[in-house]
């Protein structure tokens, strides 16, 4: 069968799989093939494993998987066939030499623009999946002048907003899908060719098109904003502890005012995951390039309220379990960033249970998605844990739970049973603020959520 596209996508990761996914499985007439450098990713998702937990994930790949969806990792091959080629590939934090710990390290970036001059032997659409500092694209085009003849590349830029563990949803019905383009003849036609891509199942009034810098500045801005507002209820819930306000209570209060709305106030132990932090310091550090002290000042409070909330959980439990936790056994509840996802990466779980083990305490971990990333995450760290799938066996024996990740299961577990097995008195600290505090603390537990009065029977 001869298809109508050829798409590439370069990057197997938890944006190029499920993106590649859903146009394969809303548009039959084009041909996707996903490439990665890792042999290992590539067949897990060739397998009946693949290498992400995502709700709907595996139903949507079994279904178009060796139809019009392939994986592979001849990288060369995929590039000559490609008439659009899309980049996924990771933007971590540098780690090493100018702006280590703030600017995004781009050599994959541009490794994969390199790639894509050297094996092309016809014109290509190349677009910017990844999240990229302002002005990225500028680079990839100066890269990409070819002299083969014939050979020419337009740039795009159309940043990916899906949240994991709703990806399949985020995907299918995204509130706008940004195109970015040069201004010129050939950056519109290139755009108008992606917008067809999307008006396969996108309604034409949320694909939305822009300048090319302002498409990768509004996708680091949409995280700046979203990051903004937990680190803004997160604030707010240590003056509730301060003085018996209700966080949840403010929150709805706050959020009922259609200007503001109410979704992202949940108060929590801080935000985790690949890329609020990450995007947050790009973006100061983009800042402070241009001179803009006291913006990237502005825009690091996020970061810094984001990493206070997570010390004053763990000095909230020290304080409250007689200030020492050495030699207590502190059962940790969820180890993935958010629910519905087995993604550990910039996990508060992570950085608490550190904290916890510094303290000589001895950590009990489960969580029923992330166990594996857990084992990696831990594994050059030095202190006592274990990983235990079953949350009962996890808490048995235990001083306190720390609740991390906002699981169903954590709302509706046997809790008598569970209080049953604990050392007394035995803490519940809940970082999520899901579990019914009072049923809680009727069981006989000493309750602390976030943003809310403790509730202790001493
Ligand atoms: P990821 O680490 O899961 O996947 C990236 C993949 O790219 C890896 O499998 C890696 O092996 C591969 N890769 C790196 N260099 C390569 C090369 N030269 N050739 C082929 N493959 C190469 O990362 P991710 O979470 O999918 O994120 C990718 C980008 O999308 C990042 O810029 C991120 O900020 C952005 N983003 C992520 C999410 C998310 O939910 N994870 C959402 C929106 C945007
Ligand atoms: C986030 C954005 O929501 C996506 O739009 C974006 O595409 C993505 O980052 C990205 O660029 O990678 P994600 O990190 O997958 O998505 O998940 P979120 O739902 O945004 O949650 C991020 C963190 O904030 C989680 O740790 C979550 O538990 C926490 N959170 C979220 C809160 O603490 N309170 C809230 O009210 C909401």
Redesign the pocket.
């Known amino acids: 069968m001869k298809f109508e596209k050829e798409i590439l996508c370069i990057g197997a990761g938890y944006v190029g799989g499920p993106t590649m996914a859903m146009i394969a499985h809303k548009c039959p007439r084009y041909r996707i093939n996903v490439v990665d450098i890792n042999p290992e990713k590539i067949a897990q998702w060739n397998s009946n494993r693949l290498p992400i937990y995502e709700p709907e994930l595996d139903e949507i790949v079994s279904g178009v998987r060796g139809r019009n969806l392939f994986f592979n990792t001849d990288i060369g091959a995929g590039i000559r066939a490609a008439d659009i080629i899309f980049v996924s590939v990771n933007t971590p934090t540098k780690t090493f030499g100018a702006g280590a710990g703030m600017a995004a390290d781009l050599q994959y970036v541009e490794k994969t623009a390199r790639q894509i001059l050297e094996y092309s032997e016809s014109s290509k659409i190349v677009v910017e999946r990844s ?1 990229l500092p302002v002005r990225t694209a500028q680079a990839m085009e100066r890269i990409l002048i070819s002299d083969k003849p014939g050979v020419k590349f337009e740039v795009l830029s159309n940043p ?6 709703t990806a399949i949803n985020d995907l299918e019905n995204p509130d706008r899908v940004l195109i970015g383009s040069q201004q010129t003849k050939s950056g519109l036609k290139a755009r108008d060719v992606l917008c067809q891509i999307y008006e396969n199942w996108v309604p034409r009034g949320r694909i939305i098109t822009s300048n090319i810098w302002s498409s990768e500045l509004s ?1 680091l801005v ?2 700046a904003f ?1 990051a903004q ?2 680190s803004s ?1 997160n604030a707010i819930s240590s003056l509730c502890e301060a003085t018996d306000a209700n966080v949840d209570e403010v929150a709805r209060a706050v959020g009922l005012d259609s200007r503001i709305g109410p979704e ?3 108060a ?1 132990i ?7 932090k990450k ?1 947050l310091l790009n973006l100061v550090y983009l800042f402070r390039n241009y001179g803009l002290d006291m913006e990237a000042d502005y825009w690091e409070g996020v970061i810094l309220i984001n990493e206070n909330q997570k010390d004053r959980f763990v000095m909230n439990m020290l304080r409250n379990m007689f200030n020492t936790l050495a030699g207590k056994k502190i059962c940790v509840f969820g180890f993935a ?2 629910a519905n996802t087995g993604d550990t990466r910039a996990t ?1 779980a992570l950085t608490v249970a550190k904290k916890l083990m510094a303290e000589k305490a001895e950590v009990m971990i489960t969580d029923p998605r992330a166990l594996g990333n857990a084992k990696n995450d831990l594994q050059d760290i030095a202190g006592r844990y274990k990983l235990v799938d079953d949350p009962y066996e996890a808490a048995r024996g235990c001083h306190a739970i720390a609740i991390m990740t ?1 699981w169903k299961l954590y709302r509706t577990l046997d809790y008598k049973k569970i209080f049953k097995s604990m050392q007394k008195p035995a803490f519940i600290f809940d970082g999520r603020n899901i579990a019914d505090h009072d049923k809680l603390f009727k069981i006989g537990f000493n309750v602390f959520p976030i943003g809310k009065a403790k509730m202790v029977h001493f």
Request: charged share 25%; proline share 3%.
């Open positions: 999240t990916e907003f899906l949240s994991e563990g996708k949409a995280n979203l507002r937990i209820i992202f106030l949940n929590s801080g935000f985790g995951g690949s890329c609020f995007d960033f958010k508060p906002e």
